[in-house]
């Protein structure tokens, strides 16, 4: 029997995210998942493979803003695609800070998370 990721699994994960709680982030990721990210060197921003990388990288965001946290955010599934809305805040080391709006866009199987990608608005930091 095929598991299905649900809504409610998405909303479990951001709650995670927010505590900074990386083992509970990756229990719905696939071993093999691939993650892209916000910003980086390419029009897609950066690839991050696999579950260990990926919650190294998760990790770093949190490790360069205590304070990083993912509001409002809302979540739907439709067969192996899914949607997640939120609004990312959060204040670097420098006390600049960031507030944007953004989705994730994921492609799943059999109940885990095999590609994220991240899309941000692009709006600069600010001094907090």
């Known amino acids: ?3 299905t990721l649900t809504a409610q699994d998405l909303a479990d ?15 719905h990721f696939a071993d093999d998942c ?23 990288a998760f990790s770093a965001v949190w490790a360069g803003m205590a304070d ?9 599934v439709h067969g192996d695609r899914a ?21 994730d866009l994921f492609t799943l199987r059999d109940g885990k998370i095999v590609v994220k990608q991240a899309l941000r608005k692009s709006r600069p930091a600010f001094k907090a």
């Open 1 to 3: 029997m095929t598991k």
């Open 13 to 27: 994960t951001f709650d995670a995210f927010n505590r900074h709680d990386v083992e509970a982030v990756m229990t």
């Open 34 to 56: 691939v993650f892209y990210t916000v910003g980086g060197d390419h029009a897609y921003g950066n690839k991050v493979e696999g579950a260990e990388a990926i919650a190294k």
């Open 68 to 76: 990083a946290h993912w509001d409002h955010h809302g979540h739907f």
């Open 83 to 103: 949607v997640s809305e939120w609004t990312f805040s959060g204040t670097d080391a420098n006390g600049m800070r960031i507030e944007a709006q953004g989705a």
